[in-house]
């Protein structure tokens, strides 16, 4: 049996695309039958078993879904192929979107974000205006791109002032810095500065990204301004193209969760 029905009352969201408001078909958790819910697109959008509600002005659209006895309420947005369940809560002005996912007994609360990758479970809470992104926690490492090339070109260049040393016959002006011994007659007295680009560099090696992929990283983390295409009065948000990828994005998002590429609405963000 069907817990919940779309009704005929709709609203038409940024993307055009009409979103029904949900009627509850049989009492269940704290519902009872009868009761008005929020809007989803379809109805795979709420999974008809369990205790699982859309409350309110919130919005559940896309292929995103809300299951379980997770519950989504006041002028949250659940979109894109986000996954809402187990006793979670998302309420306020929070969005979910991208691939995130959002379960166990965690709670996305304000005017919190959790987009991309990211997962937030357990019993942890997202609150405020806190951002929950895995392309965004990517983009912390390109903070030290500088120093890593830095490094990476001081390495590269006394590797190759060692080898010519020894071709030219003069060994006394190399040092074996590879098995750390530092050669006593070393002229050049660069061989300790080395190993300790080796070791800034090591804790760079660990994240698996070649310099050239963290160099992506800080242009990606350099705030650009978005393409405005519109504006949704329905919402209060301004619609704009993201100027790396294209991505449909609103004046609510720090980043573009299709490419990571952190924005920069500035006064765009008002309508």
Known sequence: ???????????????????????????????????????????????????????????????????????VCGNARVCGDARVHGNARVYDNARVYGNACVCGDACVCGNACVCGDACVC??????????????????????????????????????????????????????NYKNNECNDSCR????????????????????GLTP???????ERDTAKKPIIIGVNGAIGCRVGECPKCGGILRSYMRFCDECGQRLDFGGLDEI
Do not use: P
């Open 188 to 207: 050049y007295g660069i061989c300790k500065w080395q190993e300790k680009a080796n070791m800034r560099l090591k804790k760079y090696e660990d994240t």
């Open 212 to 218: 050239e992929q963290v160099q992506e990283l800080k």
């Open 122 to 175: 357990g019993d942890a809470r997202v609150c405020g205006d806190a951002w929950v992104d895995k392309a965004h926690r990517r983009n912390k490492v390109a903070k030290d791109v500088d120093k890593i090339l830095k490094d990476k070109r001081f390495i590269e260049a006394n590797n190759h002032r060692e080898e010519q040393a020894v071709l030219r016959g003069n060994e006394t002006a190399a040092c």
């Open 1 to 71: 049996m069907k817990k919940f029905e779309l009704t005929s009352e709709f609203i038409t969201n940024i993307f055009g695309t009409k979103l029904f408001r949900i009627k509850a078909l049989i009492e269940f958790g704290n519902v009872k039958a009868g009761e008005l819910g929020g809007f989803v697109e379809k109805e795979e959008n709420l999974s008809q078993d369990g205790n699982a509600w859309v409350y309110d002005n919130a919005r559940v659209y896309g292929d995103a879904c809300v299951c379980g006895d997770a519950c």
